[in-house]
């Protein structure tokens, strides 16, 4: 259900469904083909750096011609409160301002006082949270799958800007097929769309 004003229904606004993962030189190690009694090896340097990506989908509630829409962010380390307000004001660019009600899962980092107290400012944004230990109601959940099965499955970069330029090449893999991101939404079982009222 969106919320305009903090509390009055809308369905004038975008529902943006947000998740966070991460990525490091460790591979993701998938299984794979090879030459009968060849199994293949990764040889990586048992490095743990790591960065933070953050995904957010979402769609209209009432004009599904202007959705799905895809926003992505990575950054080093990991993400606390201060790294997703500084994600949440990239996403009120990307959305032009419109309304926006974020959906996400109960993190910490989410819920926190400060976070709460920036939310309480923005009259763009209304917080809805999903329930405890439903990771398949969050469509990002299968964005990061399709990484980790496809260009991260078995890479073992150097740097870690190998890993960031794998992950950007996904997601404009992903940016380019619109029915994929339509797929992520609607394999969650949710309703998109809200009925046509009766007459």
């Not at 078995?154 to 996904?170: I, R, S």
Request: hydrophobic share 40%; net charge positive; with cysteine.
């Amino acid at each position: 259900m969106a919320a305009d004003q903090k509390g009055a229904v809308s369905t004038r606004a975008w529902i943006v469904f947000l998740d966070e993962s991460g990525v490091s030189l460790l591979p993701q190690v998938r299984r794979t083909y090879a030459p009968r009694s060849r199994t293949p090896l990764l040889r990586h340097r048992l490095n743990w750096k790591r960065a933070s990506m953050a995904g957010a989908l979402g769609h209209h509630a009432t004009d599904p011609e202007r959705g799905p829409r895809l926003c992505f962010h990575l950054r080093p380390g990991s993400c606390d409160t201060a790294a997703l307000i500084e994600v949440l004001e990239q996403l009120k660019v990307f959305y032009n301002g419109e309304q926006v009600v974020l959906v996400w899962d109960g993190l910490s980092a989410h819920w926190s006082r400060a976070m709460r107290a920036w939310v309480a400012e923005q009259d763009w944004l209304t917080l809805e949270r999903l329930p405890v230990c439903a990771p398949e109601l969050n469509p990002v959940e299968l964005l990061w799958s399709s990484l980790k099965k496809r260009e991260l499955a078995n890479l073992a970069g150097d740097h870690l800007a190998d890993v960031a330029d794998a992950t950007e090449q996904g997601i404009r893999r992903i940016n380019t097929n619109p029915q994929l991101p339509w797929s992520f939404l609607t394999h969650t079982g949710l309703t998109l769309h809200p009925p046509t009222p009766p007459n």
